[in-house]
């Protein structure tokens, strides 16, 4: 298993993080590199919600299956996702900060291999990973920072 966990303090409340990261299609609208959202149940948000979230990677376009598992409103959401021999697990947690200025946004993601092959290979991917998430919480926070300064923009709420 490898674990990779990534941290921005937003200027944005916690309701607005939580419903940037809780909602497929507002993440989407927040990440340039995700091309499309189908969902692949009825509902759109929550536990139980599955969807295809299609993001160009290097080039190419990969998709994805994601579920939630876990959501508690303002506080935490996990999306856990099924590929090539591994079980990717992340949960994003939002809390406020101490003067409840800001939000703290944590994801922390765990990648555990079944097969041999993705034993191997995801260590050696590790990297890869962590620059990944880190460009997905920069692209979070720089929504919502400018969000607050552009006010044609829609919010994610």
Known sequence: MTRTRATRTIDA????????????VNYTGALPQIKKVEFLTDQRTGVGTRFRETREMRGREAATELEVTEYVKNER?????????????????V?????????????V????????????FVPLTRGIVAKAIAGDMDAVKAYLEDAKTDPDRPSAG
């Open 77 to 93: 959401v996990r999306m856990v996702s099924d590929a090539g021999g591994t079980i990717w697990d992340s949960v994003f947690t």
């Open 13 to 24: 409340p916690v309701s607005d993080v939580f419903d940037l990261i809780a909602d497929p």
């Open 95 to 107: 809390t406020p900060t101490e003067d409840d200025r800001a939000t703290r946004l944590d994801l």
């Open 109 to 120: 993601m765990e990648a555990r291999p079944y097969r041999l092959l993705a034993s191997v």
